[in-house]
């Protein structure tokens, strides 16, 4: 009975670390893209319900003062509120991206200063070792 434990109990733990946590695969422009895709989609559908929720008060408001205007009430003046704004269809367009070449990945650091030659011979700058 003891010998059934102690093996379960370290197949347990075996494979305990097969179930652990890799790391995140490197992103790719791919995934890159999709990312900036989503986020603008969510940024997107934040502000359909911002104006959904702005169309939903005004007409709350409307009944609300009809009602009130019906019943003989007196009601300040509304106060002044921006209007609805209504965001579009969504619409994402992907940021341009350029190539390796073009990025200046392989371009040099700045300007030259100086020449890269002097007027010294080559012996006198790297002298050889007599063998």
């Known amino acids: 009975m003891k010998k059934m434990l102690i ?4 197949a347990l ?4 670390t ?4 890799l790391p995140a695969p490197p992103s790719t422009p791919e995934a890159k893209a999709k990312a900036a895709e989503t986020a603008a989609k969510t940024a997107w559908t934040g502000k ?3 104006y959904q929720l702005c169309q939903s008060q005004d ?6 003062r009809a009602g009130a205007a019906a019943a003989g009430k007196q009601l300040p003046p509304a106060p002044a509120a921006p209007a609805c704004a209504d965001p579009g269809p969504f619409a994402f ?5 350029k190539p390796i070449e073009a990025a200046g ?3 040099p650091a700045g300007n030259a200063s100086s020449p890269p030659s002097t007027n010294q011979p080559a012996a006198a700058v790297n002298p050889t070792p007599k063998q």
């Open 7 to 10: 093996v379960c109990g370290l």
């Open 13 to 16: 733990g075996l494979a305990s």
């Open 18 to 21: 097969a179930f652990a946590k």
């Open 48 to 50: 359909v319900d911002a």
């Open 59 to 64: 007409k709350v408001a409307a009944k609300y």
């Open 93 to 97: 367009t992907p940021p341009e991206q």
């Open 105 to 107: 990945a392989h371009s």
